[in-house]
């Protein structure tokens, strides 16, 4: 129903920067929220930042002030814009769409952000 392709992950320093980017297609509600979530091994998927049709966001406490979520409304792109990079950011980066008539969650593919010296 919906499709979901991520891109512009990548092994950076300490203190670097990524723009994730993440397009939908298909199925997809006028009223949604899309999402990124991190998997780091041996750790559970936690949300990162999530932003709805109408511009609401929300982050998790760790990113806030250096992470920030964007979306293209006509384009149903999400971004995710990563400043200051931690080794601890190091993990699968995973977008999402939440269809808010089904409430049915579609998942993109994921891409790894490595942050290593």
């Known amino acids: 129903q919906v499709q979901l392709v991520e891109s512009g992950g990548g092994l950076v320093q300490p203190g670097g920067s990524l723009r994730l980017s993440c397009t939908a297609s298909?199925?997809?509600?006028?009223?949604?929220?899309m999402d990124w979530y991190r998997q780091a091994p041996g750790k559970q998927r936690e949300l990162v930042a999530a932003?709805?049709?109408?511009?609401?966001?929300n982050y998790a406490d760790s990113v806030k002030g250096r992470f920030t979520i964007s979306r293209d409304n006509v384009k149903n792109t999400v971004y995710l814009q990563m400043n200051s990079l931690k080794p601890e950011d190091t993990a699968v980066f995973y977008c999402?769409?939440?269809?808010?008539?089904?409430?049915?969650?579609?998942w993109g593919q994921g891409t790894q952000v490595t942050v290593s010296s």
């Open positions: 999402a769409l939440t269809n808010w008539d089904t409430y049915a969650t579609y």
């Open positions: 298909g199925s997809i509600f006028r009223f949604n929220s």
């Open positions: 932003m709805s049709t109408g511009g609401s966001i």
